[in-house]
T-cell receptor
Framework: AQTVTQSQPEMSVQEAETVTLSCTYDTSESDYYLFWYKQPPSRQMILVIRQEAYKQQNATENRFSVNFQKAAKSFSLKISDSQLGDAAMYFC?????????????FGEGTQLTVNP | SAVISQKPSRDICQRGTSLTIQCQVDSQVTMMFWYRQQPGQSLTLIATANQGSEATYESGFVIDKFPISRPNLTFSTLTVSNMSPEDSSIYLC???????????FGAGTRLSVL
């Protein structure tokens, strides 16, 4: 079974600075997807970024980028030029590419605080 | 992307009663999922709902307690039956879009059982 680990329960960053959230996972599969979701106090889970394991190039979405290290099974999220609206719980998630409708396996989450 | 409407957004219920949570997607999707989330914690999958077949439940969750319906490709309900205070939690539905294997989520239902 796959597992996802986020070793940082809480992180904080100054507004306009850069922060990196860590995520490691364990799997025996070679083809899969990795995600970062953001959950603000409104509870809405918002997709931040998606990475396909067969792609070596790291995914980027505006101020958000990932460092995907397949051999090390590491998938960190970098947030540049942090904004107050980035404050939220961030979840790393794994999905097998084997079948349609595969479940997501979530990490424990990292609570990010952005200080003005 | 898919837009998911979930209701009610919150409810306060009495012990022993049941609550049905509705999840509506703005487009046809193959798979829908129901999660439970304790405050400050991660999401735990309750079951996967495929249209036209019985839901598949995860270990620790049973159909008698959490019956699920999936009558068509855009709608699903989760019922929390015979509630106890231990069922107080946030319940979220999600749906997987046809492209890119991405799950989109509803805003969740905050349930409090007295």
């Amino acid at each position: 079974a796959q597992t996802v680990t986020q070793s940082q329960p809480e992180m904080s960053v100054q507004e306009a600075e850069t922060v990196t959230l860590s995520c490691t996972y364990d799997t025996s599969e070679s083809d899969y997807y990795l995600f970062w979701y953001k959950q603000p106090p409104s509870r809405q889970m918002i997709l931040v970024i998606r990475q396909e394991a067969y792609k070596q190039q790291n995914a980027t979405e505006n101020r958000f980028s990932v460092n995907f290290q397949k051999a090390a099974k590491s998938f960190s999220l970098k947030i540049s030029d942090s904004q107050l609206g980035d404050a939220a719980m961030y979840f790393c998630a794994y999905r097998s590419a084997k079948t349609s409708g595969s479940r997501l396996t979530f990490g424990e989450g990292t609570q990010l605080t952005v200080n003005p | 992307s898919a837009v998911i409407s979930q209701k009610p957004s919150r409810d306060i219920c009495q012990r022993g009663t049941s609550l049905t949570i509705q999840c509506q997607v703005d487009s046809q999707v193959t798979m829908m999922f129901w999660y439970r989330q304790q405050p400050g914690q991660s999401l735990t999958l309750i079951a996967t709902a495929n249209q036209g077949s019985e839901a598949t439940y995860e270990s620790g969750f049973v159909i008698d307690k959490f019956p699920i319906s999936r009558p068509n490709l855009t709608f699903s309900t989760l019922t929390v039956s015979n509630m106890s205070p231990e069922d107080s939690s946030i319940y979220l539905c999600s749906a997987e879009g046809v492209a890119k294997n991405i799950q989109y989520f509803g805003a969740g239902t905050r349930l409090s059982v007295l």
